[in-house]
Antibody, heavy 121, light 106 residues
Framework: EVQLLESGGGLVQPGGSLRLSCAASGFTFSSYAMSWVRQAPGKGLEWVSTFSISGDRTYYADSVKGRFTIFRDISKNTLYLQINSLGADDTALYYC??????????????WGRGTLVTVSS | SYELTQPPSVSVSPGQTASITCSGDTLGDQYASWYQQKPGQSPVLVIYQDRKRPSGIPERFSGSNSGNTATLTISETQAMDEADYYCQAWDSRTVVFGGGTKLTVL
């Protein structure tokens, strides 16, 4: 059974940083692209970033480019999102999701339950 | 930047057919996906590559994509189908979600 378990969220002051983690199990982690998607309270889904299958490509939404970094540790079957220079607009539930097809932009077939990031002073 | 436009809300009577549209420039030239999200839950993939259903998704869910519009169709709509639905596609180096449609089963 595929499982994705996010952690690392919390309350952080404006300008602060967090590192989100997504522990994956139930599939061959190194064989799939992985994404982060966020959802602000009461709002829609917003794609944040994707890590390619091969590990040599990363993709970011314009809204987070230069502030967020996605990476993975295959030995730990874990995906990460380092988020810096946080602002109020970054307050959201952050989901980790597995890409279903071989394309990095493919559909997301499994999602975690999310980890909440709240940016407030 | 690429945008996908969905109606904010759609209403349907139980047992009837619901159609939710997603519009984007030349959307029909690429694959579209659809997600269902119920309150307090994570999104669930219901349609991918325009018209394919993942394992476990009822046959009542179907999709199409042509021109500038992708459509999610739910036949014989049930109360359990009441949820937010999001379309998804991509452009250049960006994945894009539609704004979401709240489906109400009256």
């Amino acid at each position: 059974e595929v499982q994705l378990l996010e952690s690392g969220g919390g309350l952080v002051q404006p300008g602060g940083s967090l590192r989100l983690s997504c522990a994956a199990s139930g599939f061959t982690f190194s064989s799939y692209a992985m994404s982060w998607v966020r959802q602000a309270p009461g709002k829609g889904l917003e794609w944040v970033s994707t890590f390619s299958i091969s590990g040599d490509r990363t993709y970011y939404a314009d809204s987070v480019k230069g502030r967020f970094t996605i990476f993975r540790d295959i030995s730990k079957n874990t995906l990460y999102l380092q988020i810096n220079s946080l602002g109020a607009d970054d307050t959201a539930l952050y989901y980790c999701a597995k890409v279903y097809t071989s394309s990095w932009y493919g559909p997301l077939d499994y999602w975690g339950r999310g980890t909440l990031v709240t940016v407030s002073s | 930047s690429y945008e996908l436009t969905q109606p904010p809300s759609v209403s349907v009577s139980p047992g009837q057919t619901a159609s939710i549209t997603c519009s984007g420039d030349t959307l029909g030239d690429q694959y579209a996906s659809w997600y269902q999200q119920k309150p307090g839950q994570s999104p669930v993939l219901v349609i991918y590559q325009d018209r394919k259903r993942p394992s476990g998704i009822p046959e009542r869910f179907s999709g199409s994509n042509s021109g500038n519009t992708a459509t999610l169709t739910i036949s014989e709509t049930q109360a359990m189908d009441e949820a937010d639905y999001y379309c998804q596609a991509w452009d250049s180096r960006t994945v894009v979600f539609g704004g979401g449609t709240k489906l109400t089963v009256l």
